[in-house]
């Protein structure tokens, strides 16, 4: 186990080597002088702004602007942003609890659906639900997330003024940010209603989010489901007289939810490492919109130490699902 455990690790050092590659080089490409935008309004001349530059290493090479970027990875120092000029990690640390709540409540909403409806239709195979589900959760996994965000948002909110449009928590409402977790500081807070107000603000977020994660775990559960219900076992389980309800969840479940985890350890690294696009439409503020809105400021700091973390979580539950995989199933630790 050891050893397969190494092996996975050194992979993960070429890999990192080419996103820090990536995260130091997409941004510059970017159009745009970060030394104006930090500038705002203020008019500077070329003394101030060439004063700017040397400050900021902006006039080294690109190769020795990337060894500095590294040296100073290697120390845990992911720069200050030229905007706020607060150390990265700091707004970092402020902004990842609401990424994880949101990406929490998606991979809960998907779950618990996606395992129903898989079941279901594998139960119901060949009939109207199974077509039913399998029809829609193509729909869902196809379905554009700005496309389906703004859909939600003009039914729910706009038309029916069910549900909140943007951000965590009602304006009405000064929640102490000890946890950074809204739902767990609003329950413990003394405001009545704010667990309320929270609690609506994420359902439409949650509900975009964990749409494509849920129509795959519907159809690996089905999937997964009808090869382990032609079984010998579950027959015998059957022809043993145990009640549908046993024999379902007990013996046949448990055996399909192998492969279905694994979909569901990939998909949480995705989930954390992939909400820019439901938390620029709901102007959710974790890490996806902290990253777009420093890429439209060219926040060099900002954004290369938010590529290099989001990369690194995807990585890291990659990694542990590979590693839980490799003790569940030992002929992956042999290569097999």
Not at 56 to 71: F, S, T
């Amino acid at each position: 186990m050891l050893g397969f455990l190494l092996k996975r690790l050194a992979t993960l050092v070429p890999t990192l080597i080419g996103i820090s590659l990536v995260a130091f080089g997409l941004i510059r490409l970017v159009p745009g002088d970060p030394i104006e935008i930090m500038a705002g309004e203020r008019q500077l001349d070329a003394q101030t702004h060439a004063a700017l530059v040397k400050q900021l290493g902006l006039d080294q090479p690109l190769p020795l602007q990337y060894a500095d970027y590294v040296g100073k990875l290697l120390r845990g120092d992911l720069g200050n942003s030229l905007v706020s000029r607060e150390p990265v990690s700091q707004e970092f640390a402020a902004l990842f609890p609401a990424t994880v709540e949101l990406a929490a409540a998606a991979l809960l909403f998907a779950v618990t659906l996606g395992l129903l409806l898989g079941v279901s239709a594998a139960l119901k195979r060949g009939s109207l639900l199974d077509q039913g589900v399998m029809g829609l959760a193509t729909v869902g996994y196809s379905m554009p997330v700005f496309w389906w965000g703004l859909i939600l948002i003009m039914f729910f909110s706009v038309q029916l003024g069910w549900t909140p449009v943007s951000g965590r928590v009602g304006i009405e409402f000064d929640i102490e940010r000890v946890t950074g977790f809204m739902l767990i500081d609003t329950a413990f807070s003394d405001e009545e209603g704010a667990f309320t107000s929270a609690l609506s603000h994420l359902l439409l977020p949650a509900l975009v989010l964990g749409t494509s994660t849920l129509a795959v775990v519907a159809r690996m559960t089905r999937s997964s489901m009808l090869e382990v219900l032609r079984e010998d076992y579950v027959r015998t389980a059957r022809a043993k007289g145990l009640s549908p309800a046993r024999v379902v969840v007990v013996h046949a479940l448990r055996n399909a939810l192998i492969p279905v985890l694994t979909v569901v350890g990939l998909q949480t690294g995705s989930l954390l490492a992939g909400a820019v696009l439901t938390e620029t439409i709901f102007s959710w503020p974790g890490i996806g919109k902290w990253l777009i809105d420093s890429i439209a400021r060219r926040d060099y700091p900002v954004v290369q130490a938010g590529i290099l973390i989001s990369a690194m979580t995807f990585i890291g539950v990659n990694l542990v699902v590979d590693v839980l995989y490799g003790v569940v199933n030992p002929r992956i630790r042999g290569g097999h």
